[in-house]
């Protein structure tokens, strides 16, 4: 009898092993298979990020290249006319002449050139049968070489001054070729001091140039 008991305990003591062996390893696949299933749900949310991210920027880069080609056909138009803005030739070389790209360049450069624009200015007083006393100004490159290209550039004055003499019809021909020089003149202060058939006139005035502007391409980490 005492044997019978000691056998159905190890069998039951066996059978116990089995049911606990049996419940770990299900526990365990239990958490595993959570674990994986997170993890899976994590990956394919990430995914449909990064799929919706590139839907985006294929739709953005076919806008952009579209956008670029109408770009392009306009600006042929504006440098294809057979007259210019100033009503000049663009393929000749007069001070009204150049196509309207050049023009425009040459309205707001891109750097601080004092130089070239004391060239401008003579230029401009010399077509006038004008005497020019003086043109004077500051040569600030080497501060104005801070100035770099941006996303949002914006003008930057040029402060200069001329002494000019001549009669009274050149004086007033100057004042118009600064109204309309391709060039922006902003005249801050004007002298004048002669008589109708000789004046000196005085000029405080300023012009600008502006820094190019800059296209970033940047990089998006999709999360």
């Known amino acids: 009898m005492a ?11 066996k059978a116990n092993s089995r049911v606990v062996i049996v419940t770990s390893v299900a526990a365990f696949i239990f958490v595993f ?17 990064v799929i ?3 839907r985006t920027a ?21 440098i294809g006319t057979t007259q210019n803005v100033l009503s000049g030739d663009p393929s000749g070389s007069g001070a009204q002449d150049g196509n309207n790209a050049q ?15 004391s060239a401008s200015l003579e230029k401009i007083l010399g077509g006038q049968n004008l005497t020019i006393n003086g043109i004077t100004g ?3 490159e ?26 009274y019809q050149s004086i007033q021909n100057l004042i118009g070729q600064f109204e309309h020089s391709i060039r922006p003149f902003q005249i801050q202060t004007l002298s004048v001091a002669g008589d109708q058939s000789k004046l000196t006139v005085n000029i405080s005035a300023q012009t600008f140039y502006q820094p190019a502007k800059t296209l970033t391409i940047g990089k998006k980490v999709v999360k």
């Open 103 to 117: 023009i425009v360049l040459d309205a707001l450069p891109s750097s601080y050139d004092f130089p070239a624009l």
């Open 58 to 78: 294929v739709t953005q880069l076919k806008a952009d290249i579209s956008a670029t080609n109408q770009l392009k056909t306009s600006y042929n138009a504006f």
């Open 3 to 13: 044997k019978n008991l000691s056998t159905k305990r190890a069998l039951i003591d």
């Open 33 to 49: 298979s959570l674990v994986a299933v997170k993890a899976l749900i994590s990956q394919a949310n990430y995914q449909n990020h």
């Open 142 to 167: 080497v501060a104005q070489s801070t100035n770099k290209s941006s996303g949002t550039p914006k003008p930057i004055p040029m402060p200069f001054q001329v002494s000019v003499s001549g009669d």
């Open 52 to 54: 919706n991210a590139k």
């Open 138 to 140: 500051t040569d600030d």
